[in-house]
């Protein structure tokens, strides 16, 4: 019993030690965003120079919000061993009320290391300073038209990415 514990032990304290951990946070310019204001995720990852291997980055989910633009990311050395990527993604809230920001993190080979979720409680667009014929939407829109067709229909098609409620 006494040589099982010692084998145990002395395997134990030859085995390689574990790889540097990766860390994940999820970073927002402003967690009290009005509708429609963008605002600007960070995946801020800190890992290993080297044998992290490849990581992607795992954007959360953001329902009703749309994606505005993705700027490149960049890299700070922190020290010879590790590095600290930062990768941007601007969303633009559509809907007022909280929206939580979750499912967020870097895949690395077949493991998820994920960010802790970010609540973000957005604000409706505040009253004073409307036009007299603001109706509240908010986000971009196309309008086509096409020509009456053989049955006499005329079509009109929206597109876009605003909160419309028909």
Known sequence: MRSA???TILTLLSWPAMAEPIRVRLL???????????????????????GAGTLRPRWPV???????????????????ERGLDLLCRVIRP???????????????GASIIPAAARTLFVAPLPKTGR??????????????????GPEGKT????SGNADLKL
């Open 131 to 148: 036009p007299e014929d603001f109706t509240g939407l908010v986000g971009r829109m196309e309008a086509s038209l096409s020509p009456a």
């Open 62 to 80: 953001a329902p009703g919000s749309i994606l505005v633009d993705e700027p490149p990311g960049r890299t700070v050395r922190l020290d010879d």
């Open 155 to 158: 079509t009109l098609r929206l």
């Open 94 to 108: 559509l809907l007022p009320g909280p929206l939580t920001l979750d499912r967020a993190g870097v895949v690395a």
């Open 28 to 50: 927002v310019s402003n967690p009290r965003p009005f509708a429609g204001e963008p605002v600007r995720l960070t995946l801020e990852v800190e890992r290993p120079l080297r």
């Open 5 to 7: 514990l010692l084998i």
